[in-house]
């Protein structure tokens, strides 16, 4: 237990409707703490927005809070219309099959089923994985507009994690040219040596891409002698869940393989 996390937390549960505002010290003698410890914890919760200062010496609860359960509510809205057709890939595929949405600079694994011909068994739900070196990640990067991908690779870089990694501004331009052309993204081993993914981007019923689904594995086969199998079957399923989401695409499945 990390003492100075149970107390920032007890700050944040002091706030309710009846009481939506607290000065300095109504909190310190609320929780017994000392002020100058009070102060500190409430500036580190003020520099990441769960609280704010308001009416000059007064603080309320900021908007993180709300932004969090925001995206524990698109999770689940997200991931449960996803989870049948998820399973049906994954049992043609009989690959393992993964459901991410865009989370900032992020793609955040929301949705896993594993292949049990995997060696390691482990869950990627819950992992955040850079968007330019992963299947998942490039089929979001890839439709998102330009300036939004520069001020993402300013934020983020584009670190190398292996010796297929696209690691420079204009591999990474044609890269996601490619990918849009052709409706599927690859990874080739960029993110970890020996995985082998193909991703297809899901759209919300703005049109804009919400997440991602792909199939991967250990075997090269799949990006290369089974891809025409697999491309339209990631494609399609992508589809039928931005389908679910409220988007209605222009072109009908199924897509030609490319």
């Known amino acids: 237990m990390i003492n100075s996390v149970l107390k920032a937390i007890k700050i944040m549960q002091l706030f309710n409707a009846s009481e939506p505002r607290l000065s300095l010290g109504e909190i310190s003698r609320r929780l017994d703490m000392p002020k100058s410890t009070t102060h500190n914890l409430l500036n580190t919760l003020l520099s990441e927005g769960f609280i704010e200062k308001v009416d000059g010496d007064q603080y309320a609860l900021g908007t993180t809070p709300l932004s969090l359960t925001q995206n524990i509510r698109v999770n689940v809205e997200f991931r449960d219309p996803a989870a049948p057709l998820l399973r049906k890939l994954a049992d043609s595929s009989h690959e393992s099959v993964y459901l991410t949405v865009k989370d900032g600079d992020y793609a955040l694994y929301v949705y896993a089923i594993e292949s049990p011909r995997r060696l390691l068994a482990r869950t990627a739900v819950g992992d955040r994985m850079p968007l330019h070196?992963?299947?998942?990640?490039?089929?979001?990067?890839?439709?998102?507009?330009?300036?939004?991908?520069?001020?993402?690779?300013?934020?983020?870089?584009?670190?190398?994690?292996?010796?297929?990694?696209?690691?420079?501004?204009?591999?990474?331009?044609r890269e996601m040219e490619i990918t849009r052309k052709r409706?599927?993204?690859?990874?080739?081993?960029?993110?970890?040596?020996?995985?082998?993914?193909?991703?297809?981007?899901?759209?919300?019923?703005?049109?804009?891409?919400?997440?991602?689904?792909?199939?991967?594995?250990?075997?090269?086969?799949?990006?290369?002698?089974?891809?025409?199998?697999?491309?339209?079957?990631?494609?399609?399923?992508a589809e039928e869940i931005s389908r679910r989401m409220g988007y209605m695409p222009i072109k009908t499945s199924p897509r030609p393989f490319i």
């Open 133 to 173: 070196c992963t299947s998942v990640g490039k089929a979001i990067l890839a439709h998102l507009p330009q300036d939004e991908v520069r001020k993402i690779v300013d934020r983020v870089g584009l670190p190398r994690f292996t010796e297929a990694t696209i690691n420079d501004w204009d591999s990474l331009m």
């Open 183 to 237: 409706g599927y993204s690859l990874d080739q081993s960029e993110v970890e040596p020996g995985i082998y993914c193909v991703g297809a981007p899901i759209f919300n019923a703005r049109g804009r891409v919400l997440g991602s689904c792909s199939v991967s594995g250990t075997d090269p086969e799949i990006v290369s002698g089974r891809l025409a199998d697999l491309s339209p079957q990631v494609m399609n399923t």
